[in-house]
């Protein structure tokens, strides 16, 4: 069992930044992935970045490409979401998730709400 802690999120302007921290701990000697997702209200659930965890690969869909980005602490096993210019399109609730041995995102974070005003 991997557990998966997030902070960060918050309120900010458009243009703004804001940075989400995801923590993994208990299982994590065959992680592999790690993966943010966000869900603004009445949508669902979107894919926004991922990285690999034993290589230097980076993933992000073409909505938060350029804005975001994604980077890792092995020893902390940390995983960070920068974020950029920052807008209101961008309010949800972002979820952290780790991929293990199944390369499934088997384990979520509890998420956390960003909310960008106009």
């Known amino acids: 069992q991997v557990h998966v802690a997030q902070s960060g999120g918050g309120w900010v302007q458009a243009g703004g930044s804001l940075r989400l921290s995801c923590t993994a701990s208990?299982?994590?000697?065959?992680?592999?992935?790690v993966g943010w997702f966000r869900q603004g209200e009445m949508k669902e659930r979107e894919y926004v970045a991922a990285?690999?965890?034993?290589?230097?690969?980076?993933y992000y869909a073409d909505s938060v490409k350029g804005r975001f980005t994604i980077s890792k602490d092995i020893p902390a096993k940390t995983v960070y979401l920068q974020m950029d210019r920052l807008e209101p399109e961008d309010t949800g609730v972002y979820y952290c998730?780790?991929?293990?041995?199944?390369?499934?995102?088997?384990?979520w974070g509890q998420g956390t709400q960003v909310t960008v005003s106009s």
């Open positions: 990285i690999r965890w034993d290589a230097g690969n980076t």
């Open positions: 208990g299982d994590t000697f065959d992680m592999f992935q």
């Open positions: 998730t780790v991929a293990g041995a199944r390369y499934e995102y088997d384990y």
